[in-house]
C-alpha cells in the first residue's frame, strides 16, 4: 500500500519536474529567438556606449490624457523623445501626434492595434505596418522610419518588411524593460529605469496603459535623476546617426 502510494508520488514528482524543465527550454528558444542580440545585426537594442545618451520610447498611444502629460515633462527637462504609435489611435487623437512632431520628438510605427505577429498571417501584418505608415505620414507629413513590432516578436519576414519601406527594427535595451504597463508601482518603473542606466540605452515605456498608469509619477523622478547624472535625451533617429559618426 505504501509503496504504491511512495512510487505515484515519484512519479507525479519526476512529471512536474520534466514539464518545468520543458518550459524552461521553450522558454530558452523563444528568448534566442527573438531577443538574440549577438547575432541580429538588423535589430536595434541600443545606441553607442561610448557616448552619455540614451533615447526613452514611449508605446502603444496616443493618449488622450497621458501623453500630453508626458509631452509637458519632455519639454520642461528640453528631453527628446521617440513614441511608436498604435494606427487606430493616431486615427482617434490625431493632434496629439502632430504635437509630438511640432515638439522635435520622433513617431514611429507599431502596428495599426497592435497586432500579434505569431498569430496572423503576413498579409494582415503588412497591412497593419502599411496603414500606420499611411495614417502617420497624413498627420505628422512625415515619413516614419522606424517599427517596432508589438510584444518585440520578429522573424524574417517583419525583417524584410521593415527594410523594405525603409525601416529600422527597433526593440530596447533588455535591462531596460520595466513592465510599466502592468501598473507595477512608480518604484518599480524608477528602479528599473535607474539602477542599470548604461549608456546608449533605449528604455522601453508606454504612455498608453490601460489600467492605472504610473508612467508619468516614474518620469517625474527618472529625468532629473538622469539629467543630474549627465545624460542626454535623444530620439532614437539622432541615436543611431550618433553610431554612423
Ligand atoms: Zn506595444
Redesign the pocket.
Given at each position: 500500500m505504501y509503496k504504491k502510494i511512495f512510487y505515484s508520488l515519484m512519479f507525479i514528482i519526476i512529471m512536474i519536474s520534466l514539464i518545468q524543465i520543458n518550459n524552461i527550454m521553450l522558454n530558452k528558444v523563444f528568448i534566442e529567438t527573438f531577443f538574440d542580440v549577438e547575432n541580429s545585426r538588423e535589430i536595434i537594442l541600443n545606441g553607442p556606449k561610448d557616448k552619455k545618451v540614451v533615447a526613452l520610447t514611449f508605446?502603444?498611444g496616443p493618449h488622450p490624457r497621458y501623453t500630453p502629460k508626458i509631452l509637458d515633462l519632455l519639454e520642461k527637462y528640453h528631453a527628446k523623445a521617440t513614441f511608436?504609435v498604435?494606427g487606430k489611435h493616431v486615427k482617434l487623437y490625431p493632434e496629439v501626434v502632430k504635437r509630438q512632431v511640432l515638439s522635435g520628438h520622433e513617431v514611429g510605427n507599431?502596428t495599426f492595434s497592435?497586432i500579434n505577429i505569431r498569430t496572423n498571417s503576413s498579409n494582415k501584418i503588412w497591412k497593419e505596418f502599411q496603414d500606420t505608415q499611411d495614417i502617420i505620414y497624413k498627420v505628422t507629413g512625415k515619413k516614419a522610419t522606424l517599427f517596432?513590432p508589438?510584444?518585440g516578436f520578429y522573424n524574417n519576414m517583419i525583417k524584410n518588411m521593415a527594410s523594405q519601406a525603409g525601416c529600422s527594427v527597433v526593440l530596447w535595451s533588455t535591462h531596460q524593460d520595466s513592465k510599466d504597463?502592468s501598473s507595477p508601482g512608480v518604484d518599480k518603473i524608477v528602479n528599473t529605469v535607474l539602477n542599470k542606466t548604461k549608456n546608449g540605452d533605449i528604455i522601453l515605456l508606454?504612455d498608453y496603459v490601460e489600467g492605472k498608469c504610473h508612467t508619468i509619477e516614474a518620469l517625474e523622478i527618472i529625468l532629473p535623476e538622469l539629467k543630474k547624472k549627465g545624460f542626454e535625451f535623444l530620439t532614437v533617429s539622432e541615436l543611431l546617426n550618433l553610431q554612423e559618426e
Open positions: 508605446d502603444d511608436f498604435i507599431h497592435h517596432r508589438p510584444f504597463w508606454h
